[in-house]
């Protein structure tokens, strides 16, 4: 009998919380959330995606964080965007998710659409999620597979 492979996620996202970050992500964030953003700190996030990632593997889920340093000028994208590509010609992931850092504040656009057209190019078999704070990943990359984009 051939072993079942697990489905495999990466989430991308931010390596430190930085107060700007945390300014413009109020903007957007619903009020329950807002407790959780105004104490969020690198540790806390790194705990909340930790745990995240152990509910993902009871369910035969693996999730992968990478974490890039962010940045909007040219040299920033092009060593994000590198970091990126290179790690995703490494594995073959079934789920992207692009993290709620990256993608919700709006001076990050740049960065956003960078990253989007690189796991595009770079993971054309992968479906991509996004999150909308790090303690709903699971659920995003749970919807992700679940979700047949084809029909």
Same mark, same amino acid.
Request: charged letters at 25%; glycine letters at 6%; aromatic letters at 6%.
């Given at each position: 009998?051939?072993?079942? @492979?697990?489905?495999?996620?990466? &989430?991308?996202?931010?390596?430190? /919380?930085?107060?700007?970050? =945390?300014?413009?992500?109020?903007? /957007?964030?619903?009020?329950? @959330?807002?407790?959780?953003?105004? $104490?969020?700190?690198?540790? =806390?996030?790194?705990?909340?995606?930790? $745990?995240? *990632?152990?509910?993902?593997? =009871?369910?035969?889920?693996?999730?992968?964080?990478?974490?890039?340093?962010?940045?909007?000028? +040219?040299?920033?994208?092009?060593?994000?965007?590198?970091?990126?590509?290179?790690?995703? =010609?490494?594995? @073959?992931?079934?789920?992207? /998710?692009?993290?709620?850092?990256? *993608?919700?504040? +709006? $001076?990050?656009?740049?960065?956003?659409?960078?990253?989007?057209?690189? /796991?595009? $190019?770079?993971?054309?078999?992968?479906? &991509?999620?996004?999150?909308?704070?790090?303690?709903?990943?699971?659920?995003?990359? @749970?919807?992700?597979?679940?979700?047949?984009?084809?029909?």
């Amino acid at each position: 009998m051939a072993a079942v @492979r697990k489905a495999r996620a990466l &989430i991308i996202g931010l390596a430190k /919380v930085e107060a700007f970050m =945390k300014q413009e992500l109020e903007a /957007v964030m619903p009020a329950e @959330r807002q407790e959780f953003l105004r $104490s969020l700190t690198t540790e =806390k996030l790194q705990e909340a995606l930790a $745990s995240e *990632r152990s509910g993902l593997e =009871k369910e035969g889920i693996a999730l992968e964080n990478l974490l890039i340093d962010g940045g909007n000028d +040219p040299s920033a994208l092009q060593k994000n965007g590198d970091v990126v590509r290179e790690h995703l =010609k490494k594995e @073959r992931y079934d789920v992207v /998710v692009i993290g709620a850092g990256v *993608r919700l504040p +709006p $001076s990050n656009f740049p960065l956003l659409e960078y990253l989007t057209n690189i /796991v595009h $190019s770079h993971a054309p078999g992968a479906k &991509i999620a996004y999150n909308t704070y790090p303690l709903d990943t699971a659920d995003a990359i @749970r919807r992700a597979l679940a979700t047949n984009y084809l029909e």
